[in-house]
């Protein structure tokens, strides 16, 4: 049986020992025995962009700066050429304040937005849309033997999945190296934060690989797209229009990674088949993670 060549040097890394994203709860089991389990937080984040209210974003709580920023610039609030000079965070009110160099046109035309922790989140879908126009995704050549490490560590990191359920989480890649694993109620808050991660730290897109939990949906497409990340990888499945945006745009689209299984339906021309599968261990019951779907 081949072995995967991994790495556990995440740059942020999921902390599920961490007091305040989860709680004990204490019910009854199928049997009527009392059962304790760990159950996810959820808590309201209000963004501000300079003096106008945003949105209020119900998340677990843990890198506000970071949704915060990704979330504009993934909504198209934020462009290139703005200037963020600071963000703000208070916890006390948990509120976040972007603020910008120059105002933006957003802040007069913006009506508030309330944004929920369910999988179809309320977000300005037609800018989305719109932020579409023009955006190239680099050929970036992408290797099999990186999928499969990548699936294989991803899978076997302790995360707020594996204690507590109910979670989403979104990683940034780079070959088959995972950096920055990010989790939240809300798939679209993951990946908001690993956004709001690569503005704040300049880090490059053309050579990332997003893996995601959840569906490969229309807006995690968009999404990924907007990012500059050329390829989107899944243990979940597909949606139709996801798809077709993924086919447009010129992005990579890879679902149902299980063990030597993977499904591209979109870009395979950048898939670099340097291993066999065959060769590749299948997924043990212990380390199976569900889709969170």
């Given at each position: 049986m081949?072995?995967?060549?991994v790495?556990?040097?995440?740059r ?9 994203l ?8 199928h ?13 309201p984040?209000t963004?501000?962009?300079n ?14 700066e970071?949704?915060?920023?990704g979330?504009l ?9 703005d ?51 023009g955006?190239?995704?680099?050929a ?8 499969y490490a ?18 989403h ?10 950096l920055v694993y ?30 995601t ?5 229309s807006?995690?497409?968009i ?11 899944s243990r ?7 798809v077709?945006?993924a ?31 065959s ?6 019951k ?5 889709s969170?779907?």
């Amino acid at each position: 049986m081949s072995k995967l060549n991994v790495s556990t040097e995440y740059r942020i890394a999921p902390d599920p020992g961490n007091p305040r994203l989860t709680r004990k709860v204490t019910g009854v089991d199928h049997l009527g025995q009392e059962a304790e389990i760990s159950v996810v937080e959820e808590r309201p984040l209000t963004i501000y962009l300079n003096r106008q209210e945003i949105v209020t974003a119900m998340t677990i709580g843990d890198y506000p700066e970071y949704l915060a920023l990704g979330f504009l610039k993934n909504q198209g609030m934020l462009s290139a050429e703005d200037v963020v000079t600071r963000v703000d965070y208070d916890e006390e009110v948990e509120t976040v304040v972007v603020r910008t160099e120059v105002e933006t046109s957003h802040e007069e035309k913006l009506q508030k937005k309330t944004r929920t922790s369910g999988c179809a989140v309320g977000t300005v879908f037609g800018d989305m849309m719109a932020g579409l126009e023009g955006v190239t995704l680099p050929a970036t050549p992408v290797k099999t033997s990186w999928l499969y490490a990548l699936a294989h560590e991803i899978n076997r990191t302790p995360s707020l999945y594996l204690e507590a359920g109910a979670i989403h989480g979104t990683v940034l890649c780079h070959q088959d190296r995972p950096l920055v694993y990010m989790e939240d109620v809300g798939r679209h808050n993951a990946v908001d934060k690993i956004a709001g991660w690569m503005l704040s730290e300049r880090a490059e897109a053309s050579d990332k690989i997003l893996y995601t939990t959840g569906r490969l949906t229309s807006e995690m497409v968009i999404k990924t797209a907007m990012m500059g990340i050329p390829v989107l990888a899944s243990r979940s499945g597909f949606t139709a229009w996801g798809v077709e945006i993924a086919r447009q745009v010129g992005l990579t689209l890879i679902g149902r990674m299980r063990g030597q299984r993977f499904v591209c339906l979109a870009g395979e021309e950048r898939l670099l088949r340097d291993v066999d599968p065959s060769a590749m261990p299948e997924e043990d019951k212990k380390h199976r993670r569900k889709s969170a779907d």
